[in-house]
């Protein structure tokens, strides 16, 4: 594990903290403020630009459904100043699956990305290639 | 547009056309061979490393039910050398929502990541704020 894969894997465990304490103001922090931002939640569309998708997670952590999100199996993917994780997203509904990407900025790892949706077979997920049979 | 937008946008278009062709060695070139790579198919486990992404697409491309995609609203976030495109997906079923990312490898941008699942809300794409009242 390199560091910059220690420290995106920081940056992706930060965002769900963030998201579990409803912390938007940190949330607000860990996102890019330079890069061009996206954000998919389950099921919406895709929500374009800081503004939008700031919204969207405001709404959605002041909101007495705001979910709690356990991450796990973080895999982090560096590319000089950028990076995108693949990890799963337990809530009380289920297992979802992740992409979040992070670009690097002034040093520390942002949010450019958050896709999350829904992903049928958790066990799976270490064995990939029997699926395919 | 900037002339990297239009390239992310052009790659993109050719990982679809691939597809739709059923063409797995072109797709196979449009996959980075440096950069680390992964793939999230509808609903799947994400799928790690070159040889599981490419060896599903093989197997999607030659099954009898291979899809055919139409992208629409291709949408380039270009951050240097890596860039994510988010696009919708308009198979037989339905439309999805996907996550493309994209690196410079000499000079050419090749997929690293793919991740396609469901969207509820089709016509909200382009005011996706609304949806939050």
Redesign the interface.
């Known amino acids: 594990v390199s560091p910059a894969e220690s420290a995106v894997v920081a940056a992706n465990a930060a965002f769900y903290d963030a998201i579990n304490r409803r912390d938007v103001a940190t949330l607000d922090l860990l996102w890019a403020t330079e ?4 954000c ?1 939640h ?7 630009g800081r503004d ?1 998708v700031m ?2 997670w405001r ?1 959605i952590l002041t909101s007495p459904e705001a979910p709690r999100i356990r991450c796990e199996d973080p ?1 982090p ?6 990076a ?1 994780v ?1 990890c799963l997203e337990t809530i009380a509904q289920g297992t979802l ?1 992740a ?1 979040n ?1 992070f ?1 690097r900025e002034h040093g520390a790892w942002k949010m ?2 958050h ?1 999350a ?6 066990a ?2 270490r064995t ?2 029997r ?2 049979n």
Chains 1, 2 share one sequence.
């Open positions: 890069a061009p931002v996206a998919i389950p099921g919406w569309p895709a929500l374009l939008d919204e969207s709404a895999v993917h560096v590319v000089g100043d950028t995108f693949v699956v992409t990407v670009v450019a990305h896709h949706g829904p992903t049928s077979r958790r799976a997920q990939p290639s699926d395919l």
